[in-house]
């Protein structure tokens, strides 16, 4: 089951116990596997604090086509993007599989560094752990039969949509209602919304963009369309997109400011957008704002 990807903030914050249960449980899930980084390199920012001396302990969250655990041979967008920030700051990198639900807690404990999977900067996960700067946005998609085409909320209100399906908690969830009324189906996950579009009980849905884009990856019959291309003031998510990052624990400046020197590096560099290219997302998401955006815990 996905969670929204923009309000699983709200579900992260679990009570004391719970979350020492979860990082426990982090522990146990598979082995970790290393990839080595360059050797006899300068690193970015010398002398880095982290949980095992001179490597990042990352936590894979199986979101693609952000990232994959893969059984110990992590793949994904976001796991280019930590390689090529653990290899400028000279870190070997160590994986282990991780949640959303564990994640978070597991960061502010001690037993991983970071963690993968279009991680939201949001204010209920900044109570327990910090972000650096961020290196992409998180959109929302529009996912139609072809011939349909929904490529804006003009498009649903012009060619007759009689059904929306969108995902219970998602962050555009209250927002669509408001506008469409009715005609909003909710669903428990993307399993289900996924399978009654593909069978005609739903016109449309309005799922994460990166989340759509790999779940109809090779289905010809649907369009998937990245939905923050053409905002509209009444949806707030297509008009402030979440943006995406590597958590770490609070308070550690040198890994703070080793990925900062990374992902500027990444940006500078220009490899966000051949990145989204490659995973197949729009270019788009590689537009980050000036200064950080961060979702607001009412959202």
Do not use: H
Not at 20 to 32: E, H, I, N, P, Y
Not at 262 to 277: F, Q, R
């Amino acid at each position: 089951m996905r969670i929204s990807r923009i309000n699983r903030g709200t579900k992260l914050i679990a009570a004391a116990c719970a979350a020492l249960m979860s990082v426990t449980a982090l522990a146990a899930c598979g082995g970790s596997s290393s990839s080595g980084a360059k050797a006899n390199c300068t690193p970015l920012v010398s002398n880095i604090t982290t949980i095992k001396s001179g490597t990042l302990t990352v936590g894979v969250i199986d979101q693609p086509p952000y990232s994959s655990y893969n059984n110990g041979n992590p793949t994904g967008m976001d796991i280019d993007f930590i390689k090529q920030i653990a290899d400028a700051n000279c870190l070997n990198v160590e994986y282990q599989q991780a949640s959303f639900a564990n994640a978070m807690q597991a960061i502010a404990s001690g037993q991983i560094d970071t963690a993968t999977g279009d991680i939201n900067v949001t204010e209920k996960r900044e109570q327990v752990v910090d972000f650096p700067r961020s290196i992409y946005l998180e959109g929302v998609g529009y996912a139609s039969k072809k011939g349909v085409d929904i490529k804006s909320i003009a498009d649903i209100e012009s060619k007759g949509i009689k059904s929306i399906g969108i995902g219970d908690g998602y962050g555009w969830l209250a927002d669509m209602q408001k506008v469409f009324g009715d005609k909003v189906k909710t669903y428990p996950s993307s399993v289900e919304m996924k399978q009654d579009l593909e069978a005609g009980r739903v016109d449309m849905i309005m799922e994460a963009y990166g989340t759509a884009v790999d779940e109809f990856k090779g289905n010809d019959n649907i369009v998937v369309e990245y939905a923050n291309k053409n905002p509209d003031k009444r949806i707030n998510s297509l008009v402030e997109p979440p943006e995406v990052s590597y958590p770490y624990t609070k308070g550690d400046t040198s890994l703070g400011q080793a990925f900062d020197k990374g992902i500027e590096k990444i940006i500078k560099e220009d490899k966000v957008k051949p990145t989204l290219k490659k995973y197949g997302l729009d270019e788009g998401l590689a537009k980050i704002r000036d200064k950080q955006y961060v979702v607001p815990a009412t959202n």
